[in-house]
């Protein structure tokens, strides 16, 4: 069965499911090797490093790094007031994943190779999604 709109495919399961369900309650977590001590994702039942079996859920940052981003143009329809254009960013998280996600207030050309960022969950209940914002400076 193909997903549509509609039917949006099936839901997610194992290690894919854990982590919809700490999205789902505002938090970003990780899986972390046992064996290696290597953070994971996307989930998974095994280690892509040591290829152990001992994963343990634990809780992330949240702060990463931007790796690169790439910019998505719409064409806009006429009345459409919806942005033209934004961003997909992968971004290194400091636990060691990279991970894909949007900086959704901040526009495209803003966004930096380098750029420092925070992880937040945003939706509303049953479509919550990791997003990113910038990390403010500390200096």
Same mark, same amino acid.
């Given at each position: 069965? $193909?997903?549509?709109?509609?039917?949006p495919g099936p839901p997610p399961t194992g290690p894919d499911q /854990?982590? /919809?369900?700490?999205?789902a309650d505002g938090r970003l977590w990780l899986q972390t090797c /046992?064996?290696?001590?290597?953070?994971? %994702?996307?989930?998974?039942?095994?280690? +892509? !490093?040591? !290829?152990?079996?001992?994963? /343990?859920?634990?809780?992330?940052?949240? #702060?990463? $790094?931007v790796y690169t981003r790439s910019v998505l143009h719409r064409r806009?329809?006429?009345?459409?007031?919806?942005?033209?254009? !934004?961003?997909?960013?992968?971004?290194? #998280?400091?636990? &060691?994943? =990279?991970?894909?996600? =949007? #900086?959704?207030? $901040?526009?495209?050309?803003?966004?930096?190779? &380098?750029?420092?960022?925070?992880?937040?969950?945003? &939706?509303?209940? &049953?479509?919550?999604?990791?997003? %990113?914002? +910038?990390?403010?400076?500390? $200096?």
């Amino acid at each position: 069965m $193909t997903a549509s709109p509609d039917r949006p495919g099936p839901p997610p399961t194992g290690p894919d499911q /854990q982590f /919809q369900a700490h999205v789902a309650d505002g938090r970003l977590w990780l899986q972390t090797c /046992q064996d290696c001590g290597s953070a994971i %994702f996307m989930p998974r039942i095994l280690c +892509p !490093h040591c !290829h152990s079996l001992s994963l /343990q859920w634990a809780p992330a940052s949240g #702060l990463g $790094t931007v790796y690169t981003r790439s910019v998505l143009h719409r064409r806009p329809k006429p009345g459409d007031d919806r942005p033209t254009e !934004h961003a997909i960013i992968l971004v290194d #998280l400091d636990e &060691g994943p =990279r991970i894909m996600s =949007r #900086l959704p207030d $901040t526009p495209a050309a803003d966004i930096r190779i &380098g750029m420092r960022v925070r992880a937040r969950i945003a &939706g509303e209940d &049953g479509a919550r999604v990791v997003l %990113f914002d +910038p990390e403010e400076s500390k $200096t």
